[in-house]
């Protein structure tokens, strides 16, 4: 599977990812040897195999819907890049 | 002080041979002097260690000491530690003061141990030799011209240079194994769930495990002793018994079955490893097990399986670092979406931004089906190779790694190159088993790694398996030259 430089910008899109117009030759080169790689899974019959997605199969625990977590939200917000009135800062959104 | 074993060392602590402090400054002074030639931590902790240490000698004095108290150890820099910087080896991190301990670090700090420092460790866990980390690569000091292996590359080369006694690991495709076999340690990825992953930095979510890298099985098993157990706050953490992991060290091995994987030894397998591990095998035949030959026949599969499912997941966890509430942000954002690129594009390195654009894809419209569902197959149908194979034999054995330590810069331009090293590693990860990698002689001077495979939960007899063999062999106490 073959990825051009207008399929790495798509998915460096999608990912929010910004990547260096001199780099994009070099992560389609990349991206196409690992696509080739996992490519030989299409080989395999796998015809009625559930898919394993938790290798102990096991399901979510339920706890009771209680308040246990304290509000930390200074010690928590103290990693932020910008916060005010204990709100994080973005660029405006909406004009 | 800094050659001793942690068994030794606790004794050396009960006796008191020499206080937790002492033994803290004495590790802290050989990191001083020695760790520019390793790079094997990016953090290191005196004020907080000697204050643990002190601690720990009052808790001594006070007749509150447990096993591991006033034992300094070394933490991977992927487990959150309150106050500390915690950079999961990513200038995504490099600012990033954590505001709460994993409960791996609770329960380090709950036993009464001294944390020294932070390990360097390839970019969020993505590695296979440590060069993906932004603060360079931590080198092997059996050869400081080779990799350490990775992701888990600092906490091997600290402990293999005794910069630690012992560390913490990760393991998602082998980044506790690899790095313990390249470094001549007895590294432990437990059963998927063993060890709470509350508070390390997640890379791929239903393989991530985190377990000991030591000397010995011995300490192997006292540090596991530490991390076991289920956490309210992990809910893929296991509800299941913990064992005290030292207590069956010593049962005999007479009648134990060893499997043997004719995938794990084809002819392309280098012949020094070959023979290595047939010289551990007749080791283990002489201690009383029986060997027969098994089949594991979707073993090739795990390669491309785990190179869809660990970028899918991991392209899911990384997108929670977009600059708005921690880590790195871009200057002067123009607007919202190009505050997310920049400051992604900006704080990842080339392989975690690979991995995420191949996860991506992996997960876009359309394609869903046939990578990530097809990967989920193909992992059932690696874990039924084992569960049929596990139910012939006790332990599976073979070797870790294709080949031992490489050099630094011999597989960076090609990242399919570097994915083959994780060949015989990836699978345990994808059927949650736990696995050990121990020392089994070298290659050109170059320390090679047997890997033991149990079943779920079987901590306790591959810790069993491999503390016997290092009490008829001496490969796990050799040292690097000049340590």
């Known amino acids: 599977m073959a990825l051009n430089r207008t399929d790495v910008e798509k998915i460096a899109h999608l990912a929010r990812l910004q990547i260096e117009e001199s780099d994009v030759q070099a992560y389609a080169d990349n991206l ?13 019959d796998t015809t009625d195999v559930s898919p394993l997605a938790h290798p102990l199969d096991a399901v979510q625990r339920l706890r009771a819907d209680v308040v246990t977590e304290e509000n930390q939200r200074e010690a928590l917000q103290s990693a932020a890049p910008a916060v005010e009135n204990g709100l994080f800062l973005v660029p405006k959104v909406i004009e | 002080m800094h050659n001793k074993t942690l068994a030794e060392l606790a004794q050396g602590l009960e006796q008191g041979d020499f206080s937790s402090v002492e033994l803290t400054q004495a590790y802290l002074d050989r990191i001083e002097s020695q760790d520019s030639k390793y790079n094997s931590y990016i953090t290191v902790t005196p004020e907080l260690a000697l204050e643990q240490a002190a601690a720990a000698d009052t808790a001594r004095q006070s007749g509150n000491a447990g096993p591991m108290t006033g034992i300094p150890v070394a933490h991977k820099d992927i487990f959150c530690t309150q106050g500390v910087r915690t950079s999961a080896g990513s200038k995504m991190l490099d600012n990033f003061i954590s505001p709460y301990d994993a409960t791996v670090i609770q329960k380090f700090n709950a036993a009464g141990c001294v944390s020294l420092g932070k390990t360097n460790m390839d970019e969020f866990a993505m590695g296979s030799s440590n060069e993906s980390s932004f603060y360079g690569a931590a080198r092997n000091p059996w050869h400081t011209d080779h990799v350490p292996g990775g992701s888990s590359g600092g906490s091997a080369a600290a402990v293999a240079a005794d910069l630690a006694p012992a560390a913490t690991g990760t393991d998602t495709g082998g980044s506790i194994r690899q790095p313990s076999a390249f470094c001549n340690l007895t590294g432990l990825k437990p059963t998927y769930g063993r060890v709470s992953r509350f508070g390390m930095i997640a890379y791929a979510s239903s393989l991530d495990q985190g377990g000991p890298m030591a000397k010995t099985a011995q300490d192997a098993a006292m540090m ?198 994780d060949i015989f590693t990836l699978s345990l990860n994808l059927a949650g088993l736990p696995g050990m990698s121990i020392p089994c002689g070298f290659s050109n001077g170059l320390p090679v790694g047997l890997q033991i495979i149990g079943n779920y939960f079987a901590e306790e007899k591959l810790l069993n398996v491999a503390h016997k063999y290092q009490q008829a062999t001496d490969w796990h106490t050799r040292k690097p030259e000049g340590i």
């Open chain 1, 32 to 44: 196409s040897n690992i696509l080739d790689l996992v490519d030989q899974m299409q080989s395999v």
């Open chain 2, 224 to 421: 596991l002793n530490v991390m076991a157990g289920v956490d309210p706050m992990d809910s893929t953490s296991a509800d299941h018994p913990v064992a005290d992991y030292t207590a069956n060290l010593e049962q005999p091995l007479s009648g134990l079955k060893i499997g043997l994987p004719k995938e794990f030894f084809s002819d392309s397998l280098n012949p020094e490893i070959a023979a290595l591990i047939q010289g551990a095998v007749k080791e283990y035949e002489a201690l009383g097990a029986t060997v027969k030959e098994i089949s594991l026949p979707n073993t090739a599969l795990s390669v491309p399986a785990y190179y869809i499912i660990a970028p899918a997941e991991a392209s899911s966890n990384l997108s929670r670092f977009d600059g708005v509430r921690y880590g790195h942000r871009c200057d002067e954002p123009k607007d919202l979406e190009d505050m997310y690129k920049r400051t992604r594009g900006e704080g990842f390195g080339t392989e975690v931004k690979r991995r995420i654009m191949v996860g991506t894809y992996a997960l876009s419209e359309g394609f869903y089906d046939a990578y990530y569902k097809k990967a989920q197959q193909i992992r059932r149908l690696i874990q039924q190779d084992f569960v049929r194979a596990l139910s012939e034999v006790d332990v599976i054995m073979g070797p870790t790694t294709p080949s031992p330590a490489f050099r630094l810069g011999e597989k960076t331009s090609d990242p399919v190159e570097m994915y083959m090293e």
